[in-house]
């Protein structure tokens, strides 16, 4: 039975409606990531889920007594302002119940022992937690806290962004939920926490519903792919590889099919303007059809745009651009970098690396002469204009208008040596022109982030320098961003905690390894990974020990000779697995293909456990192929 059933929900906001007559169901045990371009309506989609929202229309189903975390994509600003404790938020988490106890644990430590009227309300509060099995709840705090590692007495807005996130997650598990929602849980996070958190999340007993833009955790993570394109909900079958695979091909359906369809109206509309002898004898039928095919073509959403990216690098700068030698830098008698050097020539492409308020934006600001070293040297080279994206959105007026923050009083803007109306540039980044004239504080994360990319590339340059420009943009506008600086002259100074788009467009990393040591390391994050040396009783966070899983080989592959039995399951292996990734395939193409939707839907969920089985299957055959090829060559 379905957890969470949608039928037929919609959402509008003005005339753009977020959810059209959707549907979506939430098996038991599933790890799904919703997927959609910025602006689509993912997080309200979760925020209906979680009760937060109501549909226009349709019907939300959830399983009897079903309980549900939800964790929200931006923290509570009323949190951020007040001095909770990490205690008192997690305990709210419990609802009512949470309330209780931080009723009571408020009463024993303020109450007159001597007034009678505090007597009766502690004595009552402490009847309602009985009834309500508040005290083993409490124990469930408890466990949560240090399941996270926190004492419980830090105060929230203290805490750096990746630790409040962490705080959120604890509040959304501590009562236990049946279904899970997170709403982009690694913005903010480093790497080393991400890391923490995807197998967190692979090891709890919960089904999940999440929104992500990390390619790594949602590999890592997803077992099916949902995508909300123009207020349709579309189910796609295995990992994020087969999505894009099946998602590519139901595209160039689509597109082959609009064709079809607007040949067919151009030659209605030539017939229906011929002469007086066609207008005599034309079939009134076919005046209606073309009529219905006129209603179906202006009812007809067409998918999104794609941003265009383009860069302001003109003129070259000098070979050399930075040079670092022995430099130091402390704050408030904390060494953040001790005796760094590093060279950066024209072209470099850098990538800085390290946990959460170690110091990546402090070394930029000594790079780029934002700041002084307390010791050593740092040499800038000649010709350098620099843009520098700011993850803080800082440079960013929120009262103006979009236009505005790019346009800054002028109409039109000069790109590469090319005039360009600032209402046309910005429909290259996916703001129409009533969006444009909106105010900023009116925009999401996501578009933000857009409006800052295309205020940088309004201004000439060749140092490019970008603190964590990913967080909250969605994975096609990621994509083009690689393209771009990818094919990007001049010099890239990168911080980021996506591992894919490091792995894509940096090559070097600049890494913090702890007590102010920066090293320098040559390609990737991978390449840094493959090279890195394990440290005795190193762990990461919490009590997850590492996100690798060995592969199960033979205890003793040595033991005996391998059986005749044996060589010929290795042997004939190779052809099992070829004809599993055919037929693995083929479904994939027709649970991709519109017309299994259309012409017997009875049969999706055939073909979707089909899929299922074959990929487990095709999963214990490699896994038993690793075991017998070790056999084999011990």
Same mark, same amino acid.
């Given at each position: 039975?379905?957890?969470?059933?949608?039928?037929?929900?919609?959402?509008?906001?003005?005339?753009?409606?977020l959810?059209?007559?959707?549907?979506?169901?939430?098996?038991?045990?599933?790890?799904? @990531?919703?997927l959609?371009?910025?602006?689509?309506?993912?997080?309200?989609?979760?925020? %209906?889920?979680?009760?937060?929202?109501?549909?226009d229309?349709?019907?939300?189903?959830?399983?009897?007594?079903?309980?549900?975390?939800?964790?929200?994509?931006?923290v509570?600003?009323?949190?951020? !302002?007040?001095?909770?404790?990490?205690?008192?938020?997690?305990m709210?988490?419990?609802?009512?119940?949470?309330?209780?106890?931080?009723?009571?644990?408020?009463?024993?430590?303020?109450?007159?022992?001597?007034?009678?009227?505090?007597?009766?309300?502690?004595?009552?509060?402490?009847?309602?937690?009985?009834?309500? /099995?508040?005290?083993?709840?409490?124990?469930?705090?408890?466990?949560?806290?240090?399941?996270?590692?926190?004492?419980?007495?830090?105060?929230?807005?203290?805490?750096?962004?990746?630790?409040?996130?962490?705080?959120?997650?604890?509040?959304?598990?501590?009562?236990?939920?049946?279904?899970?929602?997170?709403?982009?849980?690694?913005?903010?996070?480093?790497?080393?926490?991400?890391?923490?958190? !995807?197998?967190? +999340?692979?090891?709890?007993?919960?089904?999940?519903?999440?929104?992500?833009?990390?390619?790594?955790?949602?590999?890592a993570?997803?077992?099916?792919?949902?995508?909300?394109?123009?207020g349709?909900?579309?189910?796609?079958?295995?990992?994020?590889?087969?999505?894009?695979t099946?998602?590519?091909?139901?595209?160039q359906?689509?597109?082959?099919q609009?064709?079809?369809?607007?040949?067919?109206?151009?030659?209605?509309?030539?017939?229906?303007?011929?002469?007086?002898?066609?207008?005599?004898?034309?079939?009134?039928?076919?005046?209606?059809?073309?009529?219905?095919?006129?209603?179906?073509?202006?009812?007809?959403?067409?998918?999104?745009?794609?941003?265009?990216?383009?860069?302001?690098?003109?003129?070259?700068?000098?070979?050399?651009?930075?040079?670092?030698? /022995?430099?130091?830098?402390?704050?408030?008698?904390?060494?953040? %970098?001790?005796?760094?050097?590093?060279?950066?020539?024209?072209?470099?492409?850098?990538?800085?690396?390290?946990?959460?308020?170690?110091?990546?934006?402090?070394?930029?600001?000594?790079?780029?002469?934002?700041?002084?070293?307390?010791?050593?040297?740092?040499?800038?080279?000649?010709?350098?204009? %620099?843009?520098?994206?700011?993850?803080?959105?800082?440079?960013?007026?929120?009262?103006?208008?979009?236009?505005?923050?790019v346009?800054?009083?002028?109409?039109?803007?000069? %790109?590469?040596?090319?005039?360009?109306?600032? &209402?046309?540039?910005?429909?290259?980044?996916l703001?129409?022109?009533?969006?444009?004239?909106?105010p900023?504080?009116?925009?999401?994360?996501?578009?933000?982030?857009?409006?800052?990319?295309?205020?940088?590339f309004?201004?000439?340059?060749?140092?490019?320098? &970008?603190?964590?420009?990913?967080?909250?943009?969605?994975?096609?506008?990621?994509?083009?961003?690689?393209?771009?600086?990818?094919?990007?002259?001049?010099?890239?100074?990168?911080?980021?905690?996506?591992?894919?788009?490091?792995?894509?467009?940096?090559?070097?990393?600049?890494?913090?390894?702890?007590?102010?040591?920066?090293?320098?390391?040559?390609?990737?994050?991978?390449?840094?990974?493959?090279?890195?040396?394990?440290?005795?009783?190193?762990?990461?966070?919490?009590?997850?020990?590492?996100?690798?899983?060995?592969?199960?080989?033979?205890?003793?592959?040595?033991?005996?000779k391998?059986?005749?039995?044996?060589?010929?399951?290795?042997?004939?292996?190779?052809?099992?697995?070829?004809?599993?990734?055919?037929?693995?395939?083929?479904?994939?193409?027709?649970?991709?293909h519109?017309?299994?939707?259309?012409?017997?839907?009875?049969?999706?969920?055939? +073909?979707?456990?089909?899929?299922?089985?074959?990929?487990?299957?095709?999963? !214990? @055959?490699?896994?038993?192929?690793?075991?017998?090829?070790?056999?084999? !060559?011990?």
């Amino acid at each position: 039975m379905s957890l969470i059933s949608l039928k037929n929900a919609s959402l509008a906001f003005g005339h753009v409606y977020l959810l059209n007559k959707a549907n979506f169901q939430l098996e038991p045990g599933e790890r799904v @990531c919703l997927l959609g371009r910025n602006g689509e309506g993912k997080s309200s989609l979760l925020k %209906i889920i979680a009760g937060l929202q109501a549909l226009d229309d349709g019907e939300l189903v959830l399983a009897q007594n079903l309980k549900i975390g939800y964790l929200p994509q931006e923290v509570l600003a009323q949190m951020n !302002e007040q001095n909770h404790s990490v205690h008192d938020i997690v305990m709210e988490g419990l609802g009512r119940v949470g309330q209780l106890i931080l009723e009571y644990e408020k009463l024993l430590i303020t109450m007159d022992f001597t007034n009678e009227a505090e007597l009766e309300k502690l004595a009552s509060t402490q009847a309602e937690l009985d009834a309500s /099995d508040g005290w083993q709840k409490k124990q469930l705090v408890e466990k949560t806290l240090s399941r996270f590692q926190f004492s419980g007495e830090e105060i929230f807005k203290k805490l750096s962004g990746g630790l409040k996130r962490r705080v959120f997650l604890a509040r959304a598990l501590v009562n236990e939920p049946d279904v899970l929602l997170l709403d982009e849980p690694t913005n903010h996070l480093d790497i080393e926490s991400i890391q923490w958190l !995807e197998e967190f +999340l692979l090891n709890v007993r919960t089904t999940l519903l999440f929104i992500t833009h990390d390619r790594s955790f949602l590999s890592a993570l997803a077992t099916r792919i949902v995508e909300l394109d123009r207020g349709q909900l579309s189910s796609w079958p295995g990992n994020y590889k087969n999505y894009l695979t099946a998602k590519e091909a139901q595209l160039q359906v689509e597109i082959e099919q609009k064709a079809k369809f607007d040949k067919k109206l151009a030659e209605e509309e030539v017939w229906i303007r011929q002469g007086i002898k066609a207008r005599r004898t034309r079939n009134e039928g076919r005046v209606r059809a073309l009529e219905a095919l006129r209603k179906e073509r202006a009812g007809w959403r067409s998918q999104q745009g794609r941003v265009k990216l383009e860069s302001g690098a003109e003129n070259k700068s000098g070979k050399l651009v930075i040079r670092a030698e /022995d430099v130091s830098f402390s704050y408030q008698q904390n060494t953040l %970098i001790k005796n760094f050097s590093t060279l950066i020539t024209r072209g470099d492409k850098v990538g800085i690396v390290g946990p959460n308020g170690v110091g990546k934006t402090t070394l930029v600001k000594l790079l780029l002469g934002q700041l002084k070293p307390d010791s050593g040297e740092i040499e800038r080279g000649t010709r350098l204009e %620099i843009a520098y994206f700011d993850q803080l959105r800082a440079s960013l007026n929120e009262r103006a208008s979009v236009a505005e923050n790019v346009s800054e009083g002028s109409d039109l803007l000069t %790109i590469n040596g090319k005039t360009k109306h600032v &209402m046309s540039y910005l429909q290259d980044f996916l703001f129409s022109p009533e969006r444009a004239r909106s105010p900023v504080s009116a925009l999401s994360g996501g578009e933000k982030n857009r409006l800052l990319l295309a205020k940088l590339f309004t201004r000439p340059n060749n140092l490019l320098v &970008m603190d964590e420009p990913t967080n909250d943009l969605d994975i096609d506008t990621m994509e083009l961003l690689e393209e771009l600086l990818l094919d990007y002259p001049g010099t890239l100074i990168l911080i980021s905690h996506d591992r894919t788009f490091l792995n894509r467009v940096v090559t070097q990393v600049l890494v913090f390894e702890g007590q102010g040591q920066v090293s320098d390391y040559v390609g990737g994050y991978e390449d840094w990974m493959s090279r890195k040396a394990p440290q005795p009783g190193q762990q990461k966070l919490g009590s997850v020990q590492s996100i690798e899983k060995p592969i199960n080989k033979s205890a003793n592959p040595t033991a005996k000779k391998m059986s005749y039995k044996d060589q010929k399951e290795l042997e004939a292996l190779p052809l099992t697995i070829e004809a599993l990734e055919n037929d693995i395939s083929q479904l994939h193409d027709s649970l991709a293909h519109p017309d299994t939707y259309k012409n017997d839907p009875s049969k999706i969920s055939a +073909l979707q456990n089909d899929l299922k089985l074959k990929e487990q299957t095709l999963r !214990e @055959c490699y896994q038993r192929w690793e075991e017998l090829d070790a056999y084999k !060559e011990s």
